[in-house]
């Protein structure tokens, strides 16, 4: 075995020029692949952050069947010791309880449809960060009997920090709802639907503005990462009963979002796939070149007594051998880049920039750093190898060293 | 004690054309210990006749007994085996393995066969101080002369001790003086270990050193002379 590995080694180097050139090609297909990806999946985690993070969280706890009938009817009792138990779960950080429902805006001369949701205004400014998005007034305050509103609803309806608005609606059970409230804040959102339409209640004067005292339409779990997400779920679906709750992820609540990124990725995996077609023709070649410029040479070790199992071993290690060293050389390239762009991500300008200055959010490009974006690419070229490997074993099991020799 | 027995052996090849019969019902044995040649012109079946001896090629009929195994009746794997255990091969040319050493190169089959290192140390040091290479271990093959690989290729043939030897054509690409010189070698391992040769040639000079020369011509052997001992010693 040290005999078959000592010949491979040597054989990846007979043709010096060649096997470095080979090797060239995975070794930039590699880096080139990496830092596309991990630039690609940076970006996504960032949109999804931002989008996730301005709103809706990364997963939910409904009244079961609420999400495909938002009405203030599937809402759930929302025990303490309920609200306890999930806050317990390993990992979560912290869980926001709302109400939501849309009722009629008033102010003294405009009205208009609005979002009404009533909030734990500490906790909701700890998932959303909200009170950073006051631009006047001040943030409720725990048992607030006031309301924040959104900017773009305040100046349609003509009001300001310290006017009143009355929101008129339904409440649990067809009661009808009403309530005058004193505007304590004006808060800005960048997207122009949240914008015209967000007003924040306190938990309890939502709850009584819309007689549902002690009800929740959604708890927002927060675990402390993204990567948590599926991990808490099937916590949270192995404690709640099923028949009472839905829990959904943030896959489930934002799908436009889900299949924008989708979209964006199969972009850049056909991008990859051509590359990687293009590197596997030219490791195809070398192993062709390496095994019919040395067939007679196979034909004479066989003679003399190696196996062609051996020989199939030796040629299979060769391959093997250049493909993982030129992909681990890649990886090692391409580390340093990416760890870099992750810790002083990419300061992005311009149009794009200035949206996610809007948003609320920093204009940066945080590349990824995940040792599973490694393992893929190196994975991919292992695979790629061990399918051109196959020509020379095929070679191989019909070698007659008789043949071999006359070549 | 015969070593190797043919009995009626054809080979058959089915060409394109016309099948062309290029051994044809050769009964042959081989001693223990015999430095004997194959000779004919080109074309009359001596590689074919060596491959079926070595079990690199099957007969089209007839049996080939080695130490009482009759390699015909062996499987492609079991054949690679029994070559690797029982048989020394010497090839015309280009036969060494250019990623290896001299020294890795001589001790290559004993290294295939497991044997032990120190014994193969010794065994590769002195066979290759015997053909003349001993300060060349660390070349490889493409630094040596012609005449300088095949005296290896000989070493690395001998170093298991082979029940017997082939060697096909082995001086056919040297000039006259290495082919000499590989000769004498070959005919002193032959004296000093009882090491079996067999081995094929068209050159006369290479056919006096034989002790045992059998024709063959289209395939089936002509005749079998055994030469007078001395005449082999001081050729
Ligand atoms: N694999 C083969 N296919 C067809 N014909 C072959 C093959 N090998 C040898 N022959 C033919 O068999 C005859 C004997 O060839 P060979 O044994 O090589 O003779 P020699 O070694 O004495 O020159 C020749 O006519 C040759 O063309
Ligand atoms: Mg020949």
Redesign the interface.
């Known amino acids: 075995m040290k005999?078959i590995f000592?010949?491979a080694w040597?054989?990846i180097w007979?043709n010096r020029r060649r096997t470095i050139i080979t090797m060239s090609s995975i070794v930039c297909a590699i880096v080139l692949s990496i830092i596309m990806r991990s630039m690609q999946l940076g970006s996504y985690g960032k949109m999804i952050d931002n989008v996730v993070g301005t709103y809706t969280g990364l997963l939910q706890v409904h009244a079961r069947g609420y999400w495909n009938d938002k009405t203030i009817n599937n809402t759930f009792a929302a025990s303490d010791s309920l609200l306890e138990a999930i806050a317990a779960i390993k990992g979560v950080t912290v869980v926001v309880p709302r109400l939501e429902s849309f009722a009629l805006a008033a102010g003294a001369d405009r009205s208009r449809g609005s979002f009404i949701v009533g909030i734990d205004p500490e906790k909701e400014h700890r998932l959303t960060g909200l009170r950073k998005r006051l631009i006047e007034g001040d943030y409720l305050k725990a048992h607030d009997d006031g309301a924040l509103v959104a900017e773009g609803l305040a100046k349609f309806l003509m009001v300001g920090v310290g006017d009143s608005i009355v929101l008129l609606g339904q409440g649990y059970h067809g009661v009808s709802a009403a309530g005058a409230f004193r505007i304590r804040g004006i808060v800005r959102f960048a997207t122009p639907e949240l914008n015209r339409s967000f007003v924040y209640l306190d938990l309890g004067a939502a709850q009584s503005l819309f007689s549902a005292d002690r009800h929740l339409t959604s708890a927002v779990v927060e675990p402390e990462k993204r990567a948590m997400t599926d991990e808490t779920v099937r916590t949270l679906r192995s404690i709640l009963d099923r028949e009472t709750y839905e829990v959904l992820t943030w896959r489930e609540l934002l799908p436009e979002l889900v299949q924008q990124i989708q979209g964006d990725n199969a972009g850049g995996i056909i991008m990859l796939a051509i590359l990687y077609l293009v590197v596997a023709f030219g490791i195809f070649g070398t192993i062709l070149m390496m095994t019919d410029e040395r067939i007679?040479?196979f034909g004479?070790?066989?003679?003399?007594?190696?196996?062609?199992?051996?020989l199939a071993v030796m040629t299979g290690i060769e391959t093997m051998l250049l493909s993982l060293l030129a992909a681990l050389s890649g990886s090692a390239i391409a580390l340093p880049v990416v760890y870099y762009f992750n810790v002083h991500p990419i300061r992005l300008t311009g149009e794009g920039a200035r949206a996610m200055i809007n948003f609320g959010v920093e204009p940066v490009l945080p590349f990824l750093l995940d040792w599973r974006l490694f393992l893929v690419q190196i994975l991919i070229v292992v695979a790629m190898t061990a399918v051109t490997m196959l020509y020379p074993l095929f070679v191989l099991k019909s070698l007659?060293?008789?043949s071999a020799?006359r070549r | 004690m015969s070593i190797i027995e043919l009995k009626d052996v054809t080979k058959t090849f089915n060409a394109a054309t016309v099948p062309i019969h290029a051994v044809g019902g050769v009964d042959l044995t081989i001693d223990e210990g015999e430095f004997a040649a194959i000779v004919g012109p080109s074309g009359s079946g001596k590689t074919t006749l060596l491959?079926l001896i070595?079990g690199?090629?099957e007969p089209t009929s007839g049996s080939i007994i080695i130490d009482g195994t009759d390699i015909t009746r062996l499987k492609p794997?079991e054949r690679?085996?029994f070559?690797?255990?029982n048989i020394?091969?010497v090839?015309q040319s280009?036969?060494l393995?250019?990623?290896?050493t001299v020294y890795?190169n001589a001790g290559?089959?004993m290294?295939?066969?497991g044997d032990p290192a120190a014994e193969r140390d010794r065994r590769v040091r002195r066979l290759l101080d015997e053909v003349g290479l001993g300060d060349r271990l660390e070349s490889r093959p493409s630094r040596l002369s012609g005449g300088q690989q095949q005296r290896v290729a000989v070493a690395?043939?001998l170093a298991p001790r082979p029940r017997f030897i082939l060697a096909d054509e082995p001086t056919a690409n040297l000039d006259s003086h290495s082919a000499e010189n590989l000769l004498e070698i070959m005919a002193r391992l032959n004296r000093e270990e009882n090491a079996t040769f067999l081995f094929s040639t068209h050159d006369p000079r290479v056919v006096k050193k034989a002790r045992r020369v059998i024709t063959i011509e289209d395939g089936a052997v002509a005749s079998d002379k055994r030469m007078p001992e001395e005449r082999a010693v001081h050729g």
Do not use: H, Q, W
């Open positions: 005999l000592r010949m040597r054989n007979r007679r040479e004479i070790v066989n003679a003399v007594g190696l196996s062609c199992g051996r007659k060293p008789v020799m | 491959n070595g690199l090629d794997g690679t085996r070559r690797l255990r020394g091969f090839f280009y036969n393995i250019p990623v290896l890795e290559f089959i290294e295939l066969r690395r043939a």
